[in-house]
């Protein structure tokens, strides 16, 4: 089977990897891939923000399947181009991909199906959005509409922070602010596959966006993740009634049918399971967790998702535990260096490395184990064979499961 993969991250060295693992015959077109994953397949100089090289390069090859990885040429509406031409794809329409590229859309979305989400405006004026951040009884939390790849919101602890987050989205020309109130719990990632009427969750992951160990410091593109986590049957009964049920729902109601991955980010909060966002595609690094532990193939089950039919798909998982931690280079997030390529430690079954590129988040260094500290422990041993001087890792990782404490 020949599969075109779009994107040249660790998510999609993850996916390569596993499509490779299932099926040592498929054929892999990976626009562009990257150095590290250039073993699992064909490396095609395309690169995921060139839409119309794309389309060109999906026409001439006409794969059987093409999965869209990251968030941009979503938006940009790759998988209608492609759906056009009659090529099967993993990945939503533009328009049902605004779920992720514009927050107050979403929010809106949330609110029109009673989707349960923290309050909110949305803004297009800075002094107007002033106003009401100064009206707020507690400092609001500040997200840029667009897309920012994750480092658009601001969760500050003061108003003055607040304010000065306000200021610097706004000195953007034809910038939008959503302010929503700060919610309080712990995050989890929910991962669905939708077909455009069904959608079947996969094991809940968490991720680490904060830069630095405990939680301290910048929002980055994700600093380790793990899976999976085990939430108590009624909560994750609720996730799939309140929140991913009516989703797809509503975008199939409004005329915009999901099919692709679906990635509600969630707080736990005491009042029960809260959207954070929502995200058009895998998260980043949840992946590289959640797809060893992932038992059945994976192409047929993305296959389901693009022609409609997930309800006849059997998904079947590994026991145990997955944990994920991200080496970045020296200066990520402000200013990260480019490094040469590293010398990696030799492959082990049940753990992997997925690299992502020379600069900023350079590789997911991935393992399985029984319970969660003995994937820790050994996701830590690869990580520490690997020698870059001033580079950076939280080592704090699956330090305890967020769902127990
Ligand atoms: P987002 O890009 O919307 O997922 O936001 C990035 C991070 O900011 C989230 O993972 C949360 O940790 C935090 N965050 C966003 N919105 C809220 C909120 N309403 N209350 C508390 N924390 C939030
Ligand atoms: N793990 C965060 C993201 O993929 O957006």
């Avoid at 380790?224 to 986590?229: D, R």
């Avoid at 969630?266 to 995200?279: D, K, Q, S, W, Y």
């Avoid at 944990?323 to 990696?344: E, I």
């Avoid at 079954?349 to 500290?373: K, M, N, Q, W, Y």
Wanted: hydrophobic residues 45%.
């Amino acid at each position: 089977m020949k599969i075109l993969l779009v994107g040249g991250g660790a998510r999609e060295h993850a996916l390569a990897w596993k499509l490779r693992r299932d099926d040592p015959a498929a054929e892999l077109l990976l626009a562009p891939g990257n150095a590290g994953s250039a073993p699992v397949g064909r490396a095609v100089p395309v690169p995921a923000t060139d839409v119309a090289a794309l389309v060109q390069l999906a026409t001439e090859e006409r794969p059987a399947l093409t999965i869209i990885g990251p968030e941009g040429p979503l938006a940009a509406g790759l998988a209608d181009w492609l759906r056009d031409r009659g090529l099967a794809v993993f990945g939503p329409s533009r328009a049902a991909a605004e779920i992720e590229w514009s927050k107050g859309w979403a929010k809106a979305f949330m609110r029109r199906h009673g989707i349960p989400t923290a309050a909110f405006e949305v803004f297009d004026g800075l002094s107007e959005a002033e106003r009401y951040v100064l009206g707020q009884a507690q400092p609001p939390v500040i997200k840029d509409d667009a897309l920012a790849g994750g480092k658009g919101v601001t969760v500050p602890d003061t108003m003055d922070d607040a304010l000065a987050a306000l200021r610097s989205i706004f000195a953007r020309p034809g910038a939008r602010v959503v302010v929503e109130e700060r919610l309080l719990g712990w995050e989890v990632s929910a991962h669905a596959l939708v077909d455009g009427q069904s959608a079947r969750l996969l094991p809940f992951s968490c991720d680490y966006k904060r830069v630095g160990d405990g939680d301290q410091g910048e929002n980055t593109g994700g600093m380790g993740a793990y899976a999976p986590v085990q939430l108590p049957a009624g909560l994750r009964r609720r996730v799939e009634e309140e929140i991913v049920r009516p989703a797809v729902a509503g975008l199939a109601a409004e005329g915009r049918p999901y099919r692709g991955l679906l990635y509600p980010g969630l707080m736990i909060t005491a009042a029960g399971p809260r959207v954070v966002e929502f995200n058009a595609r895998f998260g980043d690094p949840e992946t590289q967790v959640l797809l060893p532990l992932l038992a059945s193939p994976l192409a047929p089950v993305l296959l389901a998702c693009a022609s409609g039919s997930l309800g006849d798909v059997d998904l079947r998982w590994h026991e145990g535990v997955c944990c994920g931690v991200v080496l970045a280079s020296p200066g990520y997030p402000q200013a990260p260096l480019t490094v040469p390529a590293l010398a990696l430690p030799p492959a082990e079954e049940g753990a992997a490395i997925f690299s992502a590129g020379t600069t900023g988040r350079l590789l997911t260094a991935v393992a399985r184990g029984d319970t969660l500290p003995q994937a820790r422990r050994r996701a830590y041993e690869i990580l520490e064979r690997i020698s870059l001087p001033g580079g950076r890792y939280r080592t704090d990782i699956a330090a305890y499961d967020r769902a127990t404490g």
